[in-house]
């Protein structure tokens, strides 16, 4: 999703003040947009032929997509340095995130590792230290880069902790490289590796590690170039990456995705392989016995599943076979098919997440989409109701066998991220690392409803605001949401919100059908010809704090990302009156092609694509943001997000959402698009460009709400 215009020239003609003063509410016969060109290009489906006016703007390498990104920025950069108040929100912004921050220890040979970031560092640092020790900086990823840019993708550690394999994303992109290191002395070993991507690090012993690749893309960029299927090799430490041994995937078995690890013990390697981001085979091969084969547990890829430990040659599965919110089996090494599968902890009404630690098996259950967590022993005996400090999302949870004490960290909205240590034997937990952040929870409330949805199903949601609301019907509302994938929006302290929450603003959060709060059940009532179902329940959502006197619709804002941005464009579109705001970021917006570019087509069990048949092309063509706009409608206040090296969700569909919209819009309200450089998907993203973004959309937020900002 990338760039575009001209020279110089042509930019500055384009480029004349948008608005008198500062002060001036800027209106559409003010704005003047960058042209884009319009190409005659369509598509047949099915008989139907579909326009695609801005299929140039999907070339990244083009020096006209270039030109147009640039003519863009430049008009988003004048519109929002004219608020008066952006650097006050970016300055309380600034100073909200100066607090240390620190991540679960964890530990690998003689040391404690930990990440912490001193308040404003681009990115984290990774410390270890010894007992009665001071901690030492190990890995520093702000000198990764001048402009921090560069970023810690992923580590993997040895078992005995004297080697590490890192990482590196340049300039946010999903492609990495993996250097190797000895953690005794930080040197270098052997080669650094290329085009990753995908792909955690497996261990075997101290000779090498397994990992994951795509071939790069036959044709076009790296950034938005088809990558078709996986492929897992075997790295030889002391060996070049040409030497590397394909292990699983190529033409033999070709697969999407493929990731491998290894039980604690290391005698099997465990591999995962599917076509989608939902369902997966499931294989081991034990690496006891030299030369054994690769021995398939699941063969198909109707159900998602997963070894999470062993003792000896029995093996502990996570599995939603017959058990769509989850439970635990045991199976012999020997014989492990699903049909000799014993059922360890069965499923309940909440969905389950475990992990290990200590020799036991922590239950991590999302109950309403909060946290329940439970201690197993190794027989699938209760032991243990973990007690939560509140009601939130507690994460972690894991160790090796042997140790007797492990980390969690609990959060919530108004419950700034801590950590936690707790005994695995007595059940107990005490603080380890509370934050600094200057925030008093004292002062705010959240609170879980419920609300109908259009077919008449009940969506919980959480809203988040200071204490003593007046419902008037007149307070700004920030409405958040996802509604895909089979992830679930839990919830988590965000500085960023904190600001809005301190100008009297609302965010809530609901969670919606097509994640993964109840199940598959419910992420299955958002896929595919069901996905009109998670528009239906944000469209509830918003209606129900209209209707509930939280707000109306000129302070109502709605924004999301990936396929929240999808989420937030089709909203827009099917119900323009009912926003004021929009804030659309790296979003999936041309639904009839989102599947031609880089892992899209992976994507299919969620959304199915405009190739499978008449109707499945109907009803995405229906809803596709980029096709659903119409010319003359009065569209909110937008403000699309994207980054120009996003290889995960292409920046050409920002780029053609923004380019249509600007041309469709039939009101006064602007619309924009801000397109950071050297910057990808999200991950990584330096503090500065966090902060500077943020600044930006609630800015843009409260400003197109007719409100300021008090200090």
């Known amino acids: 999703m990338m760039k575009r215009l001209q020279n110089s020239a042509l930019l500055l003609s384009i480029l004349f003040p948008i608005f008198a003063t500062a002060q001036q509410k800027p209106s559409k016969n003010l704005m003047k947009y960058p042209e884009t060109k319009i190409d005659n290009v369509k598509d047949t489906y099915f008989g139907t032929v579909v326009d695609d006016p801005y299929r140039w703007l999907e070339d990244d390498r083009s020096a006209e997509t270039k030109a147009w990104v640039a003519a863009q920025n430049e008009v988003t950069r004048d519109y929002l340095a004219q608020i008066p108040f952006k650097n006050d929100i970016k300055q309380r912004l600034t100073k909200l995130m100066n607090y240390e921050k620190y991540s679960q220890p964890f530990k690998k040979g003689a040391y404690t590792y930990f990440y912490k970031n001193s308040g404003l560092q681009n990115q984290s640092v990774l410390y270890r230290q010894k007992e009665g020790e001071e901690a030492e900086v190990f890995l520093d990823p702000n000198t990764f880069s001048k402009d921090a840019t560069t970023s810690l993708a992923g580590i993997s550690f040895s078992k005995d902790g004297s080697l590490l394999a890192y990482q590196l994303s340049e300039g946010g992109s999903d492609w990495t490289k993996v250097v190797v290191m000895k953690a005794s002395d930080k040197t270098i070993v052997g080669d650094t590796l290329v085009d990753v991507k995908f792909s955690g690090i497996a261990w075997q012993g101290n000779d090498g590690f397994y990992y994951s690749s795509y071939d790069k893309p036959a044709e076009g960029s790296q950034l938005s170039g088809l990558t078709q299927y996986h492929k897992l090799y075997f790295h030889q430490l002391g060996t070049t990456q040409k030497q590397d041994q394909l292990v699983f995937g190529g033409d033999k078995t070709p697969r999407r995705y493929i990731g491998a690890d290894l039980t604690e013990d290391e005698r099997y390697l465990i591999i995962s392989a599917a076509n989608s981001t939902s369902g997966n085979e499931l294989y081991i091969r034990d690496l006891s016995v030299p030369n054994s084969p690769i021995v398939s547990v699941v063969d198909n890829f109707d159900q998602n599943h997963s070894i999470i430990d062993n003792i000896g040659t029995k093996l502990y599965i996570y599995t939603n076979l017959n058990a769509p919110n989850g439970k635990i089996v045991t199976v012999d090494a020997s014989n492990p098919k699903p049909e000799h599968w014993a059922t360890l902890i069965k499923e309940t009404e ?23 967590v439970l201690q197993y022993d190794a027989n699938g005996r209760l032991e243990h109701e973990i007690k939560l400090p509140g009601i939130g999302t507690a994460t972690g949870f894991g160790s090796k066998k042997e140790e007797k004490e492990l980390f969690y960290m609990f959060t919530s909205y108004v419950y700034p991220t801590t950590i936690f240590k707790y005994s695995v034997v007595t059940g107990k937990s005490e603080v380890y690392k509370k934050p600094g952040v200057d925030f008093d929870p004292s002062k705010y409330e959240s609170k879980q409803v419920f609300f109908t949805s259009k077919d008449g ?226 991950a990584g993203k330096p503090t500065d460009k966090a902060i500077e973004e943020t600044a930006d959309k609630w800015a843009f937020l409260l400003y197109n709400m007719g409100l300021g900002y008090q200090k």
Do not use: C
């Not at 969905?351 to 909060?370: E, M, R």
């Not at 980029?626 to 937008?638: N, S």
């Open 457 to 682: 199903t009940r969506v919980p949601m959480i809203i988040t605001y200071k204490r003593g609301l007046v419902l008037n019907g007149k307070n700004p509302v920030l409405l958040y949401g996802y509604g895909g994938f089979n992830i679930s929006l839990t919830p988590a302290f965000s500085t960023s919100v904190v600001v809005l929450l301190e100008q009297g603003a609302v965010y809530a959060v609901p969670n919606l059908r097509g994640g993964g709060e109840y199940g598959e059940k419910w992420h299955l009532a958002g896929t595919k010809m069901q996905k009109q179902n998670v528009f239906d329940d944000f469209i509830a959502a918003a209606e129900y704090l209209i209707k509930g006197k939280y707000t109306s619709s000129d302070k109502l804002a709605i924004m999301g990302g990936s396929n929240g941005g999808l989420l937030v464009g089709a909203t827009m579109a099917q119900r323009p009156e009912l926003f004021k705001v929009a804030l659309p970021a790296v979003g999936v917006m041309d639904m009839l092609r989102y599947h031609k570019f880089t892992a899209g087509a992976g994507w299919s069990f969620d959304y199915g694509t405009s190739e499978d048949s008449k109707e499945m092309f109907e009803y995405l063509h229906h809803y596709s943001p980029v096709h659903a706009l119409k010319p003359g409608v009065k569209y909110p206040a937008t403000l699309v997000s994207t980054a120009d090296h996003d290889d995960r969700v292409v920046p050409a569909h920002s780029f053609k959402f923004a380019a249509t919209i600007q041309k469709d819009q039939g009101g006064d309200a602007p619309v924009l698009i801000s397109i950071q450089t050297n910057a990808g998907h999200g």
């Open 350 to 372: 909440n969905v389950l997440n475990p992990s290990t630690g200590g020799g036991k098996i922590f239950a991590n259950y999302i109950k309403d989409a909060v946290s329940l």
